[in-house]
């Protein structure tokens, strides 16, 4: 199983953590020996790297496990592993819907994807979705960037949303310790990456679950005292975190990233609802008004900061005024970034169970209402870059013009110039906006910051 000469394909579904995942477990089938290949039909593994956030992506990867169990009855060394959310969900249900897969294995098993491909490879049929401490991130990556990197802090979630599944697949809360994340960012930082991402489910519950309590009586860890803990990295130029809950987004938190600069101005903090009596449904644990009060506290430290969110229409025993509160809330505060879905039923959750559920046709037209104001005032935030100068860290050739490079704000906003990726490739660029559109940016550069390696 080390020839060189096996191949795998990894699709990933769902959020940023199920990406991180993805590139642990490809690092590890790497260290196996397995090389990478773009098209799932020329390799010798396939994994599915799985979410069960909504009812459509699971239903994708049905699609496209029925297509590789019908390729393996022709090559019966074929390997198929489903990992992730529905795995975790599905367990030995998966096997008898899909008989041809290995390996069925949930999101806190990626790091053990080396023993239990060796019991497959034994001839077994292995299903691991038991829950398990995490252990630490011993494999090495392989990151889908040269540039941008995900580094996770804490995996799980302890919250009890009830139409949320995650805690249910993802186990309960795992922070690492603080020494690890940060040997982790020095390796990033020695191997020419510019921009890290913090990742957790609930990132601003890190700490919550390691020993001990400071004098005064807060945890001793905690995710604001570890963004000063590791700003300092060497290499790290940008710093970016992700998801924030607004029950434990604080004004301590908010200060810490207006001091440090290499944090940049962009959070994104789900709302979900704009409706009291919703988010109390939801057990989110707050009110809008105190989601209103955190991003003026956050504009109040940081005027430009760029804000993104989440929210769900057609909730079950969603009312239109309801509905008109969540629109209201979108109106007053204006996002940089909105993402939206319609109320999807999923097994095991509280509100999948109620029976005041909302007809397909209330939530599509609410869908359709929300997308249509939140790009509106999408585009009305754009229109503040318009001839500024912004520092862009160039990520990429951009795929629709290869006499232009494109990478991203500190606000996070994608932004396209003339350039030679080839020259420009990890390096921090000063760019002045000529164009603006709703989710993207043209300019011209106008300096590059300094000459990087990659």
Not at 30 to 57: H, K, Q
Not at 341 to 365: F, H, M, V
Request: aromatic letters at 8%.
């Amino acid at each position: 199983m080390t020839s060189s000469k096996r191949h795998y394909h990894i699709t990933t579904f769902g959020c940023q953590m199920n990406k991180a995942d993805s590139e642990r477990m490809a690092g590890v089938l790497e260290d196996m020996g397995f090389e990478w290949s773009e098209d799932p039909n020329n390799a010798d593994v396939i994994l599915y790297n799985t979410c069960t956030i909504r009812d459509n992506a699971e239903q994708k990867v049905y699609s496209y496990l029925g297509r590789q169990a019908k390729r393996k009855h022709e090559q019966p060394d074929l390997t198929l592993i489903v990992a992730g959310c529905v795995a975790q969900q599905e367990g030995e249900a998966l096997l008898r819907r899909v008989p041809e897969l290995d390996l069925v294995m949930g999101p806190q098993h990626a790091n053990r994807l080396k023993d239990l491909l060796e019991s497959v490879f034994d001839g077994n049929q292995v299903v691991a979705t038991e829950s398990v401490h995490i252990i630490e991130d011993i494999t090495q990556p392989r990151r889908d960037s040269k540039v941008t990197a995900w580094v996770n802090v804490i995996y799980g979630c302890n919250e009890r949303c009830t139409y949320c599944v995650v805690p249910n697949v993802r186990g309960v809360e795992q922070s690492r310790i603080p020494s690890a994340i940060r040997a982790e960012m020095e390796e990033l930082g020695r191997q020419g990456y510019k921009e890290i991402t913090l990742l957790g489910q609930n990132i601003d519950a890190y700490g919550r679950d390691l020993p001990g309590t400071t004098a005064e009586g807060r945890h001793l860890h905690n995710f604001t005292d570890l963004l000063y803990y590791v700003h300092d990295v060497p290499g790290i130029e940008r710093l970016r975190f992700a998801t924030s809950h607004p029950r434990y987004f604080t004004e301590r938190l908010i200060k810490a990233c207006a001091e440090l600069p290499k944090v940049c101005k962009h959070f994104h903090i789900p709302f979900q609802s704009g409706d009291n009596e919703l988010l109390k449904a939801m057990a989110r644990g707050y009110t809008h008004e105190k989601y209103r009060r955190i991003i003026d506290t956050i504009r109040r430290y940081m005027p430009d900061a760029s804000i993104s969110a989440d929210a769900i229409v057609g909730f079950p025993g969603e009312t239109e005024a309801q509905f008109e509160n969540t629109l209201k809330l979108v109106e007053d505060i204006g996002f940089d970034m909105l993402n939206t879905a319609a109320y999807s039923r999923r097994p095991g959750t509280p509100a999948a169970l109620w029976d005041n559920q909302l007809s397909e046709e209330i939530k599509s037209d609410r869908l359709q209402r929300l997308n249509h104001l939140g790009n509106l005032k999408v585009a009305e935030r754009s229109q503040r870059y318009f001839g500024r100068i912004e520092e862009v860290l160039v990520e990429d050739q951009n795929p629709k013009d290869q006499t232009q490079v494109m990478g991203r704000t500190g606000g996070n906003r994608l932004t396209f110039f003339s350039g030679d990726i080839k020259e420009l490739k990890g390096q921090l660029v000063k760019v002045k906006i000529t164009e603006v559109r709703p989710f993207s940016l043209t300019g011209e550069p106008v300096e590059v910051k300094q000459a990087l390696s990659v």
